[in-house]
């Protein structure tokens, strides 16, 4: 069993940064393709980015392309999420998630196995 807890979320203007951190315990990650997936109210979870567990290869949904960042430590079991630029359009929960170890990157949800609560992330206009 792998444990996901998000934390870094909250408000900021429309411009802004904000870096959200994804703590796993349990199983260790190193070997797992770690994902970001969003979902604003009302719409439907979209993947948002993702880095590959030995190769560190990472993959971004067009929005957040050149804005966001995706990093990991896996000495220290944690993944994160640099999102610079912000937009209001970013408004969502955001969530971390695990797939199964060895797997390749994949933007789709159903390929992760572990997933976190999610932190909010509020852009302001």
């Known amino acids: 069993q792998v444990q996901l807890v998000e934390s870094g979320g909250g408000l900021v203007q429309a411009g802004g940064s904000l870096r959200l951190s994804c703590a796993a315990s349990?199983?260790?990650?190193?070997?797992?393709?770690m994902g970001w997936f969003r979902q604003a109210p009302g719409k439907e979870r979209e993947f948002v980015a993702a880095?590959?567990?030995?190769?560190?290869?990472?993959g971004y949904a067009d929005s957040v392309k050149g804005r966001f960042t995706i990093s990991r430590d896996n000495a220290q079991n944690t993944v994160w999420l640099q999102m610079n630029s912000l937009k209001p359009e970013d408004t969502a929960v955001y969530s971390c998630?695990?797939?199964?170890?060895?797997?390749?990157?994949?933007?789709?949800?159903?390929?992760?196995?572990?997933w976190g609560q999610g932190t909010q992330v509020t852009v302001s206009s």
């Open positions: 998630a695990a797939s199964a170890p060895f797997r390749p990157i994949t933007t789709i949800g159903s390929d992760y196995d572990y």
């Open positions: 880095i590959s567990g030995i190769a560190g290869r990472t």
């Open positions: 349990g199983r260790s990650i190193n070997v797992r393709t």
